[in-house]
């Protein structure tokens, strides 16, 4: 069963901000290299956010995307720079 894929208006606002070169790459990746996926376990460096195991969080690059996670529904959130630690 494939992932069914959605998209918050804050990650498409999210994204239209990121630099050029940062846009093109996680464009890349969301709307093309994750339509290959067949579970969300298969996301690169994924990460539960919260104790109700819906929300999560992976990187590309520099960059941490948010995700929820219902079924095989997939809702992107976020995308925003990794903090300097």
């Known amino acids: 069963m494939k992932l069914e894929v959605r998209y918050a208006r804050s990650f498409l606002r999210d994204l239209r ?5 940062a846009r093109e790459r996680i464009y890349d990746f969301v709307f093309e290299e994750l339509t290959q996926l067949n579970t969300i376990q298969d996301l690169p460096s994924i990460q539960r956010i919260s104790s109700d195991a819906i929300f999560y ?3 590309v690059d520099n960059y941490l995307i948010g995700i929820e996670v219902t079924g095989n529904i997939v809702k992107f959130l976020r995308v ?6």
Do not use: G, S, V
Request: glycine share 0%.
């Open 17 to 21: 901000n990121l630099e050029y070169a």
């Open 80 to 85: 925003l720079p990794k903090p300097d630690i």
């Open 57 to 59: 969080r992976f990187t």
